[in-house]
């Protein structure tokens, strides 16, 4: 990128932010949303539906109406019209009942020992995920525990961008910390290292298949920094040297 000769002042740093980031950003591209940890979502991930999409049980135990059992206790058990129904975790809860009470909460005879108030014990339409809701934005990267919630919800594919950068080590620059920062990013890595002269760097600049090469290395003022040259001989050099302080 440039924006300037070698011989002009420094842009300030905004500028050359804002001019860096004045870009398109590249096509997306739709995949499962397993697929898609560790990219950058180019949409937001909604909730379809209300999860669950039926009262559930959120724990083992028995399904009761919360009202045939209050005041239930050892000392005063309850006794139903009929036995009360087992339910495991994740159960829909079966008709008629509102509750699930404990293990424990049925006595050796089948009595009721214990009470719960409506809703205890279970998931109720819309609890945990409620429909339109945005379980990760665009612009995020899709982490392990986001594609958890997006599959939880419903949602199967994501919308990603992937852009692949190419990155050129000159000499003994920082190409390395580059590409893995750009990695961490959900950024697609390629590099290649290059001499110090004009026609090795222009060589290396034609790396096909890239959305953006970053040249690291080579980009001062020196006798032997050409990183510049060859940028302004191969494109447009838009800018050579931020005004930025601490440094040069």
Do not use: C, K, N
Request: glycine share 12%; aromatic share 2%; net charge negative.
């Amino acid at each position: 990128m440039s924006i300037r000769s070698a011989t002009s002042a420094s842009m300030p740093l905004d500028e050359a932010s804002a001019r860096l980031l004045a870009v398109a950003p590249v096509a997306t591209i739709l995949v499962p949303v397993r697929d898609g940890i560790g990219f950058v979502l180019a949409e937001d991930g909604v909730a379809p539906t209300d999860r669950p999409v039926e009262p559930r049980a959120r724990r083992d135990g028995w399904a009761v109406a919360a009202g045939d059992v209050t005041g239930a206790s050892p000392y005063a058990p309850v006794t139903l019209r009929g036995p009360p129904q087992w339910v495991e975790d994740g159960d829909a809860m079966p008709p008629g009942t509102d509750t699930v009470l404990t293990p424990d909460a049925v006595g050796a005879d089948g009595d009721i020992v214990a009470d719960a108030a409506p809703g205890e014990g279970i998931s109720r339409v819309g609890q945990e995920v409620a429909r339109g809701d945005v379980l990760a934005q665009a612009g995020e990267r899709l982490t392990p525990l986001r594609a958890l919630a997006l599959s939880g919800a419903g949602i199967e594919t994501v919308v990603v961008r992937s852009p692949h950068i190419h990155i050129i080590g000159i000499g003994h620059g920082s190409a390395s910390a580059v590409a893995g920062w750009a990695s961490t990013a959900g950024v697609r890595v390629t590099s290649s290292d290059s001499a110090r002269d004009v026609d090795s760097i222009i060589a290396a600049l034609g790396v096909d298949g890239a959305d953006a090469v970053f040249v690291v290395g080579g980009t001062g003022f020196g006798r032997a920094d050409h990183s510049a040259e060859a940028l302004a001989r191969t494109g447009r050099l838009d800018a050579h040297g931020i005004a930025l302080h601490p440094g040069e």
